[in-house]
Every structure is written in structure tokens, then in C-alpha cells.
């Protein structure tokens, strides 16, 4: 029911989205502080290239989910403000839906859209139900289209009870659903999401983030959002791309990053009456993971070894209780971007 | 037409947020009416110690009341709310989503905040020019009053598009978000006509920040004042405005989006 | 308390400083009424020789002396605190162990003030040499027009502070703020010299106080008042901010306890 608009420029590439050696720099004007440099700067000024984004290429199939990570200040903002069409690049292309992004061709506008997470498009003053209305008269959506598509959102995010109330009233996460389902009205087959749950306290995260899924499954919009909360990561994208200092350095599965980057498990293991006990004997023992007094203890692995060494402490150690896990997905990420 | 679909979407959108704040709807109503008052008190000391300024009676001068209020309408009716969106939505960050919609930009940030109860300013405008165009010894003849009209409009284009090329400026000069506030410092010498002021404010305000050309000319018009040539000249400046103020706007948001031109 | 004063002055002075492009902006707004007014008076007694024994050289004088008084003399209060009351951030002035009127937006009155006049000065002068303007200026005028003028910009900021405290129960302050301005423009003398004014204008004139912050300054920098006059109108004056200051309190008491029983 939810499909997405037809694809747009015809020859279009299968991809969706199809990005080759995209690049953006920035001239910043450079100045220190003091009256003395002031002078200075206004007579002759000093310029600073900033390399927000180096040559950075990918290819998203439809109706993919992939995540978009990096460190703040990394570029992924300014990459997706490029494949929305608000900046040029400084070199390099990039095709979504066969339309060149910044070239602003209104077709292109009317199939894709961006949200930005604590930036409103809803009108503060306004029930959202009117910046709705003012939607479907911008994106030209005849009103059987927008009841069909209203009535959907409505099914997903329960939009009823909140959309008469203005948007200043409303609480973040109501206020979240409400730009989503505003920009999602005219049904893009492209999403942009930058930082979508940002903000948001926990049960409003989970249902965005279900809401996202859902969309997905039932429209096949092409999503590529940013995001701090690996939470929003592990629960929505498959695929992953990290950028770090304006440049890739990963784009594949989330779970082969983990394999790649850090082939180790966790093993937790409690240990009963055990005085002399020397856990480094099976790995590196990790401290503050768990709770030494209650007799808790962390050990790290290599992936492969786990099961041996399982066995071993088995066989060796007064185990009460044990458990395997993968290391923690933030610090996977967090040595991805240091790669 | 889509544009016109479009335009009465917003237009009912902003009559109902009004209407959410009827009570403040209506006393600026008053206030309104007050102002008038206060307006065509300050005339009426004028004229009980003179019988004309600059060549102009009190008729006169209450039909140019009533053209500096509709030019006052259009300032705050569309210039003032949406300056302030504009330039909020330059700050937050907010300003993008005006770019990722497929509408003209320009339309969208002229018409996002329209301030509907205004009619009734307009109304008063109007009531004012017939009152002066009326009472008192004011010869006129249709096809005056035509270009009289024609011009009252164009005038109110020259002062949109100046309005547009100033808030374009914020696209170069982030800081300098109040250049509007000079549009509306200079509104007062509208309200009286052009020749009284000294060579140097008269020129400040038909050419650089042109209030006279839409207050005090239209008004010469009508007295008959202007030549042909002048009329049609006034006519072909104000569609000239627009055009460069929408070329300022879009040079300005390809600025905005770092095109490199 | 003197040091709260002045550190308070030196932060004020450092943040007008910054927005100095945006002061240039309201500047006009001072500039051009008296300018449209001298040009509408100047016209009409030039055409008639002159009105009621104003002449144009009279004119051009009062309007020129106008200039420099109703900026020293004038108040932004309302402009800059009447959206504190409104929107909830005098919640941050109030645990502050200064008064926010009495001192934080006196200062910044102040700094607002001193910048106004420093960017006046060269338009002034530009306007001297246009204009021409004839002043019959003494040492003694100025001596006493020190406290005539001290004394004018606190009965407008006392008024102007009492104003702005209707905001604790209405949003239409602005109204009434516009409304203020209106009277004060016709009965302070803003307009037109009060002589020129129908006499029912100006005998409310002389029982208000907005002549007492304006008009009598400016007359006595022109010479037209004599020591009595001077020394009548400044007793008037002390006497009205004494009024004004105690209604502030009341009101400003009473503003804050509907503000702290709303919440912010």
C-alpha cells in the first residue's frame, strides 16, 4: 500500500543511490583571536581549506537500511546535505533516483526527503494536522492519495490524538512522529534521517525505530540515516558505512565489521569459593566489566579459541555461572574510526 | 492553477492560526483604528496652522495616509513575520527545509507567515484613499486614477523586492540579520509628501530605500503631476525590481548551498 | 554596590559593542522622525514666514536640539526585558542577587544609551552643516541642563519600566506600550513644539510628565526658559520620578507575585 513514487530519470541506474568520488571542501577563513590579528585579518584575510568530505564512494540498492557512522565533525552531515541537494560538491557525482541532487529538478524533490532530528519543518505555532495540509498542497497530493497514506502513518505512529495540538505543545517524541509523517506524506522512495532519535527518551527511540522498520518493509524506501545511538544501529541497519576525517573507511554488514575489526567474545564468568584463582591464564582479563566482589569476572578471547578455552576453565574453575558475549558494538565502531 | 491552490492553502492556514488568537486579532483591530486616529490627529494640527504643504492640501494628504498604510500593511502583513522565520530558520538551521521542498524558494519564504486579520488594515487603507480622493478639491479622471493604481501597486512590488534583496544580503553577511529594521525606520517619511523634505532625504528615499515611490508618487499621479513617459517609467523600474530581487535571492541560495559560480 | 555598577557597565559596553552593525540599524529609527517633522515644520513657515512666532531657524533649532535630548533622555526597557516577563527567562534574572530592572536593565540602558550618542555625534555634525542651526547656548544652560536631562531619563525609564511590567498580566503590552508612545509623542513635544499644540493638548501637557522628559530639556538648552522656570520644572521633575519610582515598586511587587504564582 505504502509504495514509494516511481523511480525518476529514465536509463536510471538499478541503485538508488549511487555516489562516486564525492568530495566537499570548505574555505574557512583563519584567524586568532587579539586585537592585533583583527587588524590584520581585515586588511589581508587568511583562508583554510577544510576537507569535510574526500572522495567518498558507495552505492545503496533499494530498500536497504544502512547506517551512516562516524565521529562528529566526520562529514556524514555534510554528505547527506549533499544527496539532498542542499550543497555542491566540490567535486565528484552522485545520482539518486537517477536525478543529480543538487541540481534541485523538482522531481527529485518529490521522491526523496530529509529529516533532521532536533530541526523542525513542522511550523511551531500550528497543529501539525495544518502543516500536513500545507504538505499535500506544496507535494501536489490528490486527497484520495493523502488519505490513503495519511490513514497508514495514522495505523503506525497513532498520529490522531496529537495532530490538533500545536506543535509546541507537543512532547519530542510526539513532535518526532509528527515531522516524520509530515515528510513522508508524499511518500519518497528515498529517506534521509540525520540523527532521527536524537533527543528522544527511550520508549519514544524503540518506537521510531519500529515505525522506521515497519516503513520499510511495507514500502521499500531506500533509508540512509546517521545516528549516535547504536541502539538505532543494531535495530535497523544491516549495512553499515563509517566515515571518519571526510573519508570511508568501512561499508559492508554490521556483523562482519565485529568479525573484522574485533574477532573476540567476552566470556563473563562467576566463580565460586577461589582464592588463587589466575583468570589471565585463558585471556586478557578485562577489569570494571564485571563485579569483582561478587566474584564476576570479564575475559577476552579470540573468536576462534572460545570454545577450548570455554571447556578449559570449565574443567579448571569453581564456575558458578558463565556467559559468551560479543565485545560491546560501540567499542567495535569506536576502533573503526581509529583504523 | 497550482500556485493559486497553493497560495490559498497557506492563506487558510495562517487565517486559522489567527483565529486560534481571536482575541489579540481583535485588539489589534482597535489599536488599528487608534493609530488612525492618532494619525490624522497629528494632520489636523497641521492644518489648523497651514492651509497646504508642499502644494498639497489636507485631501491629499489623507489619500497619501491611506497609501502609506497599504504599503504598511504589506510590511506587516508579509515583510515583518517572515523576516523573522527567515532569519530564525537561518540560525537553527531550519532555513534547509525551505530548500528541500519543491516550491520556488522565494514564494515559499514570502508567503509561510501571512498575518490574514490585516484585511482590516487594508481596508482602512482604502477607505482613506476614497475619503481623500473625495472630500475636497482633488481633480482627477479615470485613466488618472488608473495609473494612480497601476503605480500604488508597482510601488508595493519595489518595496517587496527591496525587502527580498535586503534579506538576501543575510546569505553573505550571517550577522547582519537587522537590515530590515531600516526599511521600517525609514516608513515614517512616507507619510508625507516627498518635495517637503530636504534634497538629501528626498533622494535617500526614492532611490536608495524607495518609500516615495510608492507613497508620494502614486499620489502625483493622481493629481495629474506626472507625464506619460514618467508613468509608464515608474511602471517598467518596479517590474525591473522584481526581476533583480528574485536574481539577489537566487544568487544568494546558491551561495547558501556553496555552488561554486 | 558601586562595583556591581560598574562591572555591569563594562560587560554591558563590551555586548552593545558586538552588535554595533544592528545599533547603526536602530539609530535610524531615532533619526528620522525629527528630520520628517523639522522638513514638514520648516516647509510650512518657510510658505507663511511663520506660525505663531515660530520662524524656520526656530524650527531647524528645536528639532536639531531634539535630536541629541530625546536620545540621552529616551528608554528601551520594554524592548529589552518585556520578552523576559513573557517568555519565562526573568526566571534566570531573579536568582541573580542584583535587581533586574533597577540594575541590569538600567545599565543596559546606559551602555545602549552611550553607544547612540557615539554614533549620533558624526551624523549630527553632518546634520550641523546642512542645516545651520542657530543655538543661544550658555556655560549655565548646560550646567543645569546635566540634571534636567539625568533627571528625564529616569522618569521615562521609571515609566517605561512600569509599563513594561503589564506584561506579567497580558500579552497586549505592546499595545499599550505603542499607545504610550503616541501620547508621548504629541504631549512630550516630539511632533511639534507644544506652543503649536491645540490648547486643550497643551494644558494636559502641563499636568502629565512626558514634557517634564523632553520638552523641558530641550527649551532650556534653546534659552527660552528662564532660572525660575528651570528650577520649578526640575523640582517637578524630582517630584515625578519620586511617583513613578514608587508605582514601579508596587507594580513590579505585585508583577512577581501573579509571575511566581503562574511559574514560569
Known sequence: MLQQSAFGAPGADSNPIVVEGLSKTYQ????????????????????????????????????????????????????????AGLLHPTSGSAKVLGFTPWERNSGYLRSMTLVMGQRNRLSWDIPAADSFLLNQAIYRISDADYKRVFDELNELLDLAPIIRKPV???????????????????????????????????????????????????????????????ADVTALCERIIIIHHGQTKYDGKLVDLSRRIAPFKLIGVTLGDCADCDLSRYGTVVPGEGSEDAGKHSVQVKADEVAAITARMLAELPVVDLTIEDPPIEDVIERAFHE | MYILKLFSTFLKVNLQQDLAYRADAIVNMVMSVIGTGWDLLGLSIIFANTKEIGGWGPSELIALMGVWRL??????????????????????????????????????????????????????????????????????????????????FSGAAIIYSLWITLISFTFWFTKFDNSVTIMAALMDAGRYPAQVYPYWLRALITFIIPIAVATTVPLQALRGELMGWQIIGFLVIGAAAVFLSSRVWKAGVRRYSGASS | MFAIYKRLWLVNWAEQWQYRANLLMYLAFWLVSPIVYLAVWTTIANAQGSINGFTAPDFVAYYMMLLIVDIATSDITIHIFGYKIMDGSLSNELILPIHPVLMKVLVNNLAFKALQMMALAPIWLILYVLYQPVFAITVTHVLLAIPAIALGFMLQFFAGATITCIAFWTTRVWSISDFYSNIFRLLAGQFVPLALLPAFMQSASQVLPFRLALYFPVQLLLGKLSLEETLLDLGLQVVWCVILFVLFRLVWRAGLKKYAAVGA
Request: overall charge positive.
Open chain 2, 71 to 152: 504599503v504598511n500593511v504589506m510590511m506587516a502583513t508579509i515583510v515583518w513575520p517572515n523576516t523573522e522565520k527567515f532569519n530564525t530558520g537561518v540560525r537553527d538551521g531550519s532555513l534547509d527545509y525551505t530548500f528541500l521542498q519543491p516550491v520556488n524558494s522565494q514564494l515559499l519564504i514570502s508567503i509561510t507567515r501571512m498575518v490574514v486579520w490585516r484585511v482590516f488594515d487594508f481596508a482602512i487603507a482604502v477607505a482613506l484613499i476614497i475619503a481623500g480622493m473625495t472630500s475636497g478639491n482633488v481633480i482627477t479622471s479615470p485613466p488618472l486614477v488608473a495609473a494612480f493604481l497601476a503605480l500604488t
Open chain 1, 28 to 83: 574557512v577563513t583563519d584567524r586568532e583571536g587579539g586585537f592585533g590579528a583583527a587588524v590584520r585579518s581585515f586588511v589581508k584575510r587568511k583562508f583554510r581549506d577544510v576537507k569535510a568530505v574526500q572522495n567518498v564512494s558507495f552505492r545503496i540498492g533499494q530498500g536497504e537500511i544502512v547506517g551512516f557512522l562516524g565521529p562528529n565533525g566526520a562529514g556524514k552531515t555534510t554528505t547527506l546535505k549533499m544527496l
Open chain 1, 168 to 230: 509546541r505543545n507537543l512532547s519530542l517524541g510526539e513532535r518526532m512522529k509528527c515531522e516524520l509523517a509530515a515528510s513522508l506524506l508524499h511518500r519518497p522512495a528515498v529517506l534521509f534521517l540525520d540523527e532521527p532519535t536524537i533527543g528522544l527518551d527511550i520508549s519514544a527511540q524503540v518506537r521510531i525505530r519500529a515505525f522506521l522498520k515497519e516503513y520499510n518493509r511495507r514500502s521499500g524506501a531506500t533509508i540512509l540515516l546517521t545516528s549516535h545511538y547504536m
